[in-house]
């Protein structure tokens, strides 16, 4: 089809409509079903799972895996977003990443404790592929948006995700919760029924693969291939991505304002990443359910009422954002999450997670796509948007190593209420370093 023009209406919307197609991966995989599922694989919560010839707690082995992803994230996104930026194709590249965490879904169907390293890949490929695509899709924004319009088409996308989510989980959650309802064999006993829960749990994972993989298409097709440059990947390019990012620091040393929002930026996300992807893993382990009946409903749920609320925690921030500027609304969102922190300390009870769900949810979509579109406001006129997004990508995928490494050992030497608790402090020091960020860039 023909090159839309940037800011066009169609061209905005194929770009949000990617937030429908991946965002399922966060909410059934990272956040509620696999959680779950995963946990229903071991006889207690203090069973140990045998690894890489080492014997792990259930939760640190996800959170060691969970941060080796991200590392390898963080090392590879500068190569590939060097050689899309030489080439001219991060469609192509998007679209690599889009397929291999499409297909890792659909792989988890076959996780178990005795084919633990294969399963282990499969989660791996879903986590790489998810985070490798946002490398390339988020540097799209400034290529097809005005400034004006990046906030709100960057909430769009955030929204969108969260109402297609919400409709897989939906379906997940009837699957789990009613599997006789979809031709599944619950026998007669209480073992038989949760059986049939397990195996219309590992449905859900095929169910998000095809999702992600079937709607990703008219993104694909609408988006520019990129500005091509009539180039071809030669060995000299392979680490041009370094090359460039070596280029963006030099820039930014000249750019105080994106300088001192990237450091800030570096601090708060690596709390609000590390809690978003253990939230569920916490609720499994730490909240007093009555029976896995209820603690299987009750998580889903809550994660349901997170998703929702984070609809209109979007679009209160952006609104927000355009009243009082990016930074306040940033610092005002960071205080509520350090209190989130403090209180999750003291939920026990179903009805606390619930609420504390709910103030999750309202921060959580908020801070995301106002961390997204601040950003990319405070770019300087450039080509070259993807090594900037790089940049960005980077700076989020090491803070999580660092935030899950940190979750990791707090959560092995002692409780996983303590390791959250410790994020407090990311959040306070997040606020000190966006008091620091000018309005605008001073002159030199």
Same mark, same amino acid.
């Given at each position: +089809?023909?090159?839309?023009q940037k800011?066009?209406?169609?061209l905005?919307?194929?770009w949000?409509?990617?937030?429908?197609?991946?965002?399922?991966?966060?909410l059934?995989?990272?956040?509620s079903?696999?959680p779950l599922f995963y946990?229903?694989?071991?006889?207690t919560?203090?069973?140990?799972?045998s690894?890489?010839g080492?014997?792990f707690k259930?939760t640190?082995?996800?959170e060691?895996v969970t941060?080796f992803?991200?590392l390898?994230?963080?090392?590879?996104?500068p190569?590939?977003s060097?050689?899309?930026?030489?080439? &001219?194709?991060?469609k192509?590249?998007m679209k690599f990443?889009c397929?291999?965490?499409?297909l890792?879904?659909?792989?988890?169907?076959?996780?178990?404790?005795?084919l633990?390293?294969?399963?282990l890949?499969f989660y791996f490929?879903?986590?790489?592929?998810y985070?490798?695509?946002l490398?390339?899709?988020?540097?799209?924004l400034?290529?097809?948006a005005?400034?004006d319009?990046?906030d709100?088409?960057s909430?769009?996308?955030?929204?969108l995700?969260?109402i297609g989510?919400?409709?897989?989980?939906i379906l997940?959650?009837?699957?789990v919760?009613?599997p006789?309802?979809?031709?599944?064999?619950? &026998?007669t006993?209480e073992?038989s029924?949760?059986t049939?829960?397990?195996?219309?749990?590992r449905?859900s994972?095929?169910?998000?693969g095809?999702w992600?993989?079937?709607?990703?298409?008219?993104?694909f097709?609408?988006l520019?291939?990129?500005?091509?440059k009539?180039?071809?990947v030669?060995?000299s390019v392979?680490?041009n &991505?370094?090359?460039e990012l070596k280029s963006v620091w030099k820039?930014?040393?000249?750019?105080?304002r994106?300088?001192?929002?990237?450091?800030a930026?570096f601090?708060?996300?690596m709390?609000?990443q590390t809690i978003?992807l253990m939230?569920v893993?916490?609720g499994?382990?730490e909240?007093?359910w009555?029976d896995?009946n209820?603690?299987?409903?009750?998580?889903?749920?809550s994660?349901?009422v997170i998703?929702l609320?984070?609809?209109?925690?979007a679009?209160?921030?952006?609104r927000?954002?355009?009243?009082?500027?990016?930074?306040?609304?940033?610092i005002?969102?960071n205080a509520i999450?350090m209190?989130?922190c403090v209180?999750?300390y003291f939920?026990?009870?179903?009805i606390?997670?619930y609420?504390?769900?709910?103030?999750v949810?309202?921060?959580?979509?908020g801070?995301?796509?106002?961390?997204r579109?601040?950003?990319?406001k405070?770019?300087?006129e450039?080509?070259?948007?993807?090594?900037?997004?790089?940049?960005?990508?980077?700076?989020?995928?090491i803070g999580?190593v660092?935030?899950?490494?940190?979750f990791?050992?707090?959560?092995h030497?002692?409780? +996983?209420?303590?390791?959250?608790?410790?994020?407090?402090?990311?959040?306070l020091?997040?606020?000190?370093l966006?008091f620091?960020v000018?309005?605008?860039?001073?002159?030199?």
């Amino acid at each position: +089809m023909a090159e839309l023009q940037k800011g066009s209406k169609k061209l905005l919307n194929a770009w949000a409509f990617y937030d429908w197609a991946n965002s399922v991966y966060t909410l059934t995989i990272a956040s509620s079903i696999f959680p779950l599922f995963y946990g229903s694989l071991f006889a207690t919560k203090t069973e140990l799972v045998s690894a890489f010839g080492y014997e792990f707690k259930q939760t640190v082995l996800i959170e060691i895996v969970t941060a080796f992803t991200f590392l390898v994230v963080a090392f590879s996104s500068p190569i590939l977003s060097g050689i899309a930026d030489f080439v &001219g194709n991060k469609k192509t590249f998007m679209k690599f990443f889009c397929y291999v965490g499409g297909l890792g879904c659909i792989g988890l169907y076959w996780f178990s404790k005795d084919l633990i390293h294969v399963s282990l890949l499969f989660y791996f490929m879903g986590l790489i592929g998810y985070w490798g695509s946002l490398v390339f899709y988020n540097s799209y924004l400034p290529d097809i948006a005005y400034e004006d319009q990046q906030d709100s088409i960057s909430a769009k996308g955030f929204s969108l995700g969260y109402i297609g989510s919400v409709l897989l989980l939906i379906l997940n959650l009837f699957m789990v919760m009613f599997p006789e309802w979809f031709g599944f064999d619950v &026998g007669t006993t209480e073992e038989s029924r949760n059986t049939a829960s397990i195996e219309a749990m590992r449905i859900s994972f095929i169910t998000v693969g095809l999702w992600w993989i079937i709607f990703s298409q008219y993104t694909f097709y609408v988006l520019p291939k990129g500005a091509s440059k009539g180039h071809k990947v030669t060995k000299s390019v392979i680490f041009n &991505g370094f090359t460039e990012l070596k280029s963006v620091w030099k820039e930014l040393k000249q750019n105080l304002r994106l300088k001192r929002y990237l450091y800030a930026f570096f601090v708060f996300s690596m709390a609000v990443q590390t809690i978003m992807l253990m939230a569920v893993y916490f609720g499994e382990k730490e909240i007093l359910w009555a029976d896995d009946n209820e603690k299987r409903t009750g998580l889903i749920v809550s994660i349901l009422v997170i998703q929702l609320v984070a609809v209109l925690g979007a679009v209160l921030t952006s609104r927000a954002s355009k009243r009082f500027g990016n930074k306040y609304t940033l610092i005002v969102i960071n205080a509520i999450w350090m209190l989130l922190c403090v209180c999750a300390y003291f939920v026990t009870l179903p009805i606390h997670f619930y609420v504390t769900a709910a103030f999750v949810g309202l921060v959580m979509g908020g801070i995301q796509a106002l961390a997204r579109s601040t950003y990319s406001k405070y770019l300087p006129e450039t080509e070259d948007s993807t090594s900037y997004f790089s940049f960005y990508d980077v700076a989020e995928k090491i803070g999580i190593v660092i935030g899950m490494a940190i979750f990791a050992i707090v959560d092995h030497i002692s409780t +996983m209420r303590n390791a959250i608790v410790f994020l407090f402090l990311f959040f306070l020091f997040g606020i000190i370093l966006l008091f620091r960020v000018p309005k605008s860039n001073p002159e030199n």
